[in-house]
């Protein structure tokens, strides 16, 4: 079955240190990858997405993501958290007729 | 990206009543779809709603029990019927926008006493 794992159900950083969030994918054919966030009481925001060609993704608020096959790997990082970055987010992939299954989610922590 | 407003934000109902929760685009699009994310949970979809024909539901959700029309390409409603404690939720509808990409509205968050 198409589907994304993500690691590490609570992800805890410092303000201003890296943030890395994992995503794992299960599947023979390359998939279209996205990462989404929910803040508190808000719907789904779409950080970033990976479709074809170049294989690190940048998105918005300084995330970027990097799509490597050879580990069927997709995780999100920033080089340096803020506090705002604290939410939920999620690692979803396409799985066809434009459908989306979505991984368990990580919730950040962001510590002053 | 499509602008998706959601009614209501969210709700306090009593179990054996149905909520009608509405979804709103600013532009037509094709697909539009119903999620229902439990508490603590993830994303779980529940039906595609199709314009002009029936919703295409997922594997444990029924149409007796979250019936969705569809219209016209920029409206969709989601009923929750006969409500117990277990359906609440958040219910979020999304829009494709025929790039594998879906955007997702505010929510409705619901609770069932």
């Known amino acids: 079955a198409q589907s994304v794992t993500q690691l590490g159900s609570h992800v805890s950083v410092s303000e201003g240190a890296l943030v890395l969030l994992r995503c794992n994918y299960s599947?023979?054919?390359?998939?279209?990858l996205f990462w989404y966030v929910q803040y508190p009481n808000q719907g789904l925001q779409l950080l970033l997405k990976y479709t074809t060609g170049a294989t690190l993704v940048k998105g918005i608020n300084g995330f970027e993501a990097e799509f490597k096959k050879s580990e069927t790997s997709f995780h999100l990082t920033k080089p340096s958290a803020h506090m705002s970055d604290a939410a939920e987010y999620f690692c979803?992939?396409?799985?066809?007729?434009?459908?989306?299954?979505f991984g368990t989610g990580t919730r950040l922590l962001v510590s002053p | 990206s499509a602008v998706i407003s959601q009614k209501p934000s969210r709700d306090i109902c009593q179990r054996g009543t149905s909520l009608t929760i509405q979804c709103q685009v600013d532009s037509q699009v094709t697909m539009m779809f119903w999620y229902r994310q439990q508490p603590g949970q993830s994303l779980t979809l529940i039906a595609t709603?199709?314009?002009?024909?029936?919703?295409?539901?997922e594997s444990g959700f029924v149409i007796d029990k979250f019936p969705i029309s569809r219209p016209n390409l920029t409206f969709s409603t989601l009923t929750v019927s006969n409500m117990s404690p277990e359906d609440s939720s958040i219910y979020l509808c999304?829009?494709?926008?025929?790039?594998?990409?879906?955007?997702f509205g505010p929510g409705t968050r619901l609770l069932v006493l």
């Open positions: 599947s023979s054919v390359p998939p279209y």
């Open positions: 709603a199709n314009q002009g024909s029936e919703a295409t539901y």
């Open positions: 999304s829009v494709a926008d025929g790039q594998e990409t879906q955007y």
């Open positions: 979803a992939r396409n799985t066809g007729f434009q459908k989306l299954v």
